[in-house]
């Protein structure tokens, strides 16, 4: 039981910012261990951008771990994504997701748009 908003997402200029964020609510959120980022861009299935677990433990697709990071606020149930020096391929519906421990991301959120043109 988690419900999981992404916010943030937007229209940005090719070498620009932003910043996406994802609130967890609901009556589990106690035992989320792991929370990420995923993307789809259409026609092309969706990868995973960015995850944290609850030791700190990050990881980054490699296309993304020099421009992007990932940060959580645990005792808040939100987990952010800076996106730094956006590229045009960067342009998808980016999803937030979280996971128990020794399960799969089980629990996403709606999506929120990310375009990056000129």
């Given at each position: 039981q988690v419900q999981l908003v992404e916010s943030?997402?937007?229209l940005v200029q090719?070498?620009?910012s932003l910043r996406l964020s994802c609130a967890a609510?609901?009556?589990s959120t106690s035992s989320i261990y792991a929370m990420a980022w995923y993307r789809q861009a259409p026609g092309k299935q969706?990868?995973?951008v960015?995850?944290?677990d609850n030791d700190g433990s990050t990881?980054?697709?490699d296309s993304v771990k020099d421009r992007f990071t990932i940060s959580r606020d645990n005792a808040k149930s939100t987990?952010?994504?800076q996106m730094n020096s956006l590229k045009p391929e960067d342009t998808a519906v980016y999803y937030c997701a979280s996971r128990r421990r020794y399960s799969?991301?089980?629990y996403w959120g709606q999506g929120t748009q990310v375009s990056v043109s000129s």
């Amino acid at each position: 039981q988690v419900q999981l908003v992404e916010s943030g997402g937007g229209l940005v200029q090719p070498g620009g910012s932003l910043r996406l964020s994802c609130a967890a609510s609901g009556g589990s959120t106690s035992s989320i261990y792991a929370m990420a980022w995923y993307r789809q861009a259409p026609g092309k299935q969706r990868e995973l951008v960015a995850s944290m677990d609850n030791d700190g433990s990050t990881t980054y697709a490699d296309s993304v771990k020099d421009r992007f990071t990932i940060s959580r606020d645990n005792a808040k149930s939100t987990v952010s994504l800076q996106m730094n020096s956006l590229k045009p391929e960067d342009t998808a519906v980016y999803y937030c997701a979280s996971r128990r421990r020794y399960s799969g991301y089980g629990y996403w959120g709606q999506g929120t748009q990310v375009s990056v043109s000129s």
